[in-house]
């Protein structure tokens, strides 16, 4: 198993232009979800996902959006970039019954 | 709504010696999951141990333990033996058993903990 995959692992933006970060699991897990970590504050949940089909709001959607057509699959969509989005993000999952995550690499993303 | 504090920025901890990071939360749930994680120079997000609020007895992992306190809310990680790969961030999180529906986990801040040879 591969775990949990992002892309790309580096990326800089510029003000206003848009991208998705990409996230995979090959566990059949139904739980995904994506934070950001930045200093000082932890990890912050942005969107999360209970099953393909279905998505939710963390504690800082504002400026994302998410979908989960499969349950391999929750991209992370940045629609105008800014650079309070600066930030380095984690996509995690886990499945129904085992409560601990699983965590990919990270993507640090820079916004000039 | 819930929230985890850390509130030790930074530990620092001789080889071979114990450490104890601390983490406090709050919560109106009786049932929920505590973890701590662990996030070394590579970024990588590593789970170290998880706690069952339902569970009295507290969970060991090889050199590492936890003093789970649920009247006081008070989740800390003992690292015992500490060696120079225990150098990273640590993180205390929260998790809801799900009976309010919610899925979502909250972290700490973290504590930076450092080995010294």
């Known amino acids: 198993n591969a775990g949990v995959t992002q892309t790309p692992k580096f990326q800089v933006l510029k003000t206003g232009q848009s991208m998705t970060l990409q996230c995979a699991q090959d566990?059949?897990?139904?739980?995904m979800s994506w934070y950001r970590q930045d200093p000082g504050m932890g990890l912050r949940l942005i969107h999360y996902?209970?099953?393909?089909?279905?998505?939710d709001q963390g504690e800082v959607p504002n400026g994302y959006n998410v979908s989960r057509s499969t349950t391999e699959d929750f991209p992370l969509r940045l629609l105008s970039a800014a650079p309070s989005q600066t930030s380095v993000y984690f996509c995690?999952?886990?499945?129904?019954?085992?409560?601990?995550?699983?965590f990919g690499p990270g993507t640090r993303l820079t916004v000039t | 709504a819930q929230t985890v504090t850390q509130s030790q920025p930074e530990m620092s901890v001789q080889e071979a010696e114990t450490v104890t990071l601390s983490c406090t939360y709050d919560?109106?749930?009786?049932?929920?999951?505590l973890f701590w994680y662990k996030q070394p120079p590579s970024r990588q997000m590593i789970l170290v141990i998880r706690?069952?609020?339902?569970?009295?007895q507290n969970a060991t992992e090889n050199r590492f333990s936890v003093n789970f306190q649920k009247a006081a809310k008070s989740f800390s990680l003992k690292i015992s033996d500490s060696q120079l790969g225990d150098a990273a961030m640590y993180f205390c999180?929260?998790?809801?058993?799900?009976?309010?529906?919610?899925?979502?986990?909250?972290f700490g801040t973290g504590t930076r903990l450092k080995v010294l040879a």
């Open positions: 996902s209970v099953g393909a089909g279905i998505t």
């Open positions: 999180a929260y998790r809801s058993a799900g009976t309010s529906g919610t899925y979502k986990y909250i």
């Open positions: 706690q069952e609020a339902y569970k009295q």
């Open positions: 919560t109106s749930e009786s049932d929920y999951y």
């Open positions: 995690a999952s886990s499945p129904r019954i085992v409560y601990e995550q699983y």
């Open positions: 566990m059949n897990h139904e739980y």
